[in-house]
């Protein structure tokens, strides 16, 4: 029994397990509590996104890595999503989400100082840290589906993600009015987002800290228990549904992972591409924003359509959306501001598709004896593609040039597809067939 369970009384603990009532409204509860906190983490994860690639080429005095900050970010988000996953299995999603934040706070504050001491190492080390948040960020959107029916799944996945847009959108685009901010305190013009995220990520690890009380994954994990102990006649079954499940996570994974190397790898050169072209911060916030808003404020809809036309054929419509996307930006001219608005919005609409359908799959294949752990692990996976998608973009724009990254990016999607194909051609258990149409 973990610590959070004992802290809660026998009676009410089988309260809920013995009401599904009980459970709705913890399920309800627990979703607000999930959207309030994704406000304040968007707003965060919006600072690196934003001007970390900028920040880097300042320090650095080269555009060849400016893609590591992207890259040294997601790392840390993919260690985060190890940790923040174990902890989440072992003590409830309340502990694990709020370590995850605060260290994203910590993170940040690091990064300020660094630019105050114009110490390229301090910086590194604390984009490591600060990836902590982002991790922490997309972990909480598993934590809306904990006590939601099948039917719900995609849903309350969209609803946590769309609550991220008002925070992620509004990031980018106080860009000057943060780095005026800093200016004005003797911090560097483009710390001063980090400013706004340390706070962003420190109020959102209160949040779950304070409110987010019975755990649902607590919760959850009690009643997946007692419905295991009264219905022994299921064990035969356990071995098949497991070998099936397993299939189930490996599209799930290889959905959300080429979805995050394609938007990473673009999204990160877009701000460098700009600023090289001459456009202005404002220019490339409000790029950015819009990029963030595609990426969350559809969701509502993408979580019904998930739910209802099925986790394949969304998994393929993001392929298809992310393959524009990357021919727009090729084809964009520089000084053209409303084409590069509408290829980084297809981006970010094919990065959502994607990022719902997969994670839907991820849900619908585990149970909670080890789902905090298992979405952990697979969110390391994304991390470190997003990780090799930052690092390499740089390398290929100073090598070749913003054009060839896109199209690359674009062509690399289209492997959505044979791979969504392939797995439902190759099962024969209709269990497989339901997880993906359902």
Partial sequence: MTHESRSMTDGNMQGYVNSPDMQQRLYKRSLLIVVLSQIFGGAGLAAGVTVGALLAQ????????AGVPAALLT???????????????????????????????????????????????????????????????????????????????AKAISTAMVSTTFGAVAGPNLVDVMGKFATSIGVPALA???????????????????????????????????QARSDRSQSAAVQTKSHNNNKVLVVGAAVMILTQIVMVAIMTMTPIHMKHHGHSMADIGLVIGIHIGAMYLPSLITGVLVDKIGRAAMSIASGGILLLAGIVAAVAPADS????????????????????????????????????KTQ??????VALAGASGGALSGMVVANSSYAALSLAGGGLALLLIPVVIWSRSKSKVSAFQNNLSN
């Fill in 58 to 65: 300042d320090m650095l005095g080269t555009d060849s890595l």
């Fill in 75 to 153: 790392l840390g988000s993919a260690v985060a999503a190890l940790l923040v996953g174990r902890l989440s299995q072992h003590y409830g999603r309340r502990l694990g989400l709020a370590a995850g934040f605060f260290a994203g706070g910590i993170g940040a504050i690091g990064v300020i100082l660094a630019a105050v001491n114009h110490s390229i190492v301090l910086l590194f080390i604390s984009l490591l840290i600060y990836g902590a948040g982002t991790a922490t960020n997309l972990q909480a959107r598993y934590a809306a589906t904990d006590l939601a029916k099948p039917t719900q799944r």
């Fill in 192 to 226: 001063g987002p980090f400013i706004l995220g340390a706070a962003a990520f420190l109020l959102a690890g209160l949040v779950f800290f304070i409110f987010l009380r019975p755990d649902p994954f607590i919760v959850a994990k009690a009643v997946f228990q007692a």
């Fill in 337 to 372: 501001l409303l084409v590069l608005i509408i290829a980084l919005a297809l981006l970010g609409l094919g990065w959502n598709f994607g990022l719902i359908s997969g994670t839907a799959l991820i849900v619908d294949a585990t149970d909670p004896a080890t789902r905090a």
């Fill in 376 to 381: 952990g692990t697979i969110d390391v996976l």
